[in-house]
């Protein structure tokens, strides 16, 4: 069963900084690309930000220069750095990853106030 455990997120004022957190197998994790998708009412599903397993990286251009992926792999986990957060950043954000099939996280609110 794959498992994607998220944590982080929460509230901030536009113009701080929150970080994410998600958390897999060691097989998941070093076999699969993951990612950040982010999801607001009244909005399409964003892809926020990619990771392959060699480290390469991609972002959306809503949050490129604001926001990092990173991963570590000591832990098993990947991170969103969100910087200079905006009130449009405001959304519910799942950890992905695609180890044959999608999968997904159960999702975590990030809550921006202006």
């Known amino acids: 069963q794959v498992q994607l455990v998220e944590s982080g997120g929460g509230l901030a004022q536009a113009g701080e900084s929150l970080n994410l957190s998600c958390t897999t197998s060691?097989?998941?994790?070093?076999?699969?690309?993951m990612a950040w998708y982010r999801h607001s009412p009244g909005k399409q599903r964003e892809l926020v930000a990619s990771?392959?397993?060699?480290?390469?990286?991609e972002y959306a251009q809503s949050v490129e220069g604001r926001f990092t992926i990173s991963r570590d792999v000591t832990k098993n986990t990947i991170y969103l750095q969100m910087d200079r957060l905006k009130f449009e950043d405001t959304a519910a954000y799942y950890c992905?990853?695609?180890?044959?099939?999608?999968?997904w996280g159960r999702g975590i609110q990030v809550t921006v106030s202006s």
């Open positions: 060691p097989i998941i994790f070093n076999s699969a690309p």
């Open positions: 990771i392959s397993t060699t480290g390469l990286t």
């Open positions: 992905w990853t695609g180890w044959g099939n999608s999968y």
